[in-house]
């Protein structure tokens, strides 16, 4: 069983929340448990998944000549389905448009 570490988020008083630790169930993450999704320059695109929760955080590290900067993205997908949806294009207005004509039968059958 993985042994679990318990901490309060540390959130700073402007708000910001380290990432550190999930924000969900508070465990400190694993940073063996961090795969790169992308890089472009000094940034880079993490999944890193908890190892309390299960869920997972996805997070731009920025790395610039003034400091490390990140930003992050709770998430419940996998590094599969993550890697699958940053390839897939983006959705349309059409295709809105198009799943919103879709017969309610077909639709509750794809949720
Ligand atoms: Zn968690």
Known sequence: ????????????????????????????????????LGAHGEERLLHVACGGCGNA???LVVVTPSGISSVGLITDL??????????????????VLAAHALPTDIISRLL
């Open 1 to 36: 069983m993985p042994k679990r570490q318990h901490h309060q988020p540390h959130a700073s008083s402007d708000g910001v929340t380290n990432l550190a630790a999930c924000p969900l169930c508070a465990a400190s993450y694993d940073p063996h448990r961090a795969r790169v």
């Open 57 to 59: 955080m996805l997070t």
């Open 78 to 95: 996998s590094f599969e389905d993550a890697q699958r949806f940053r390839e897939a294009s983006p959705v349309s207005a059409d295709h």
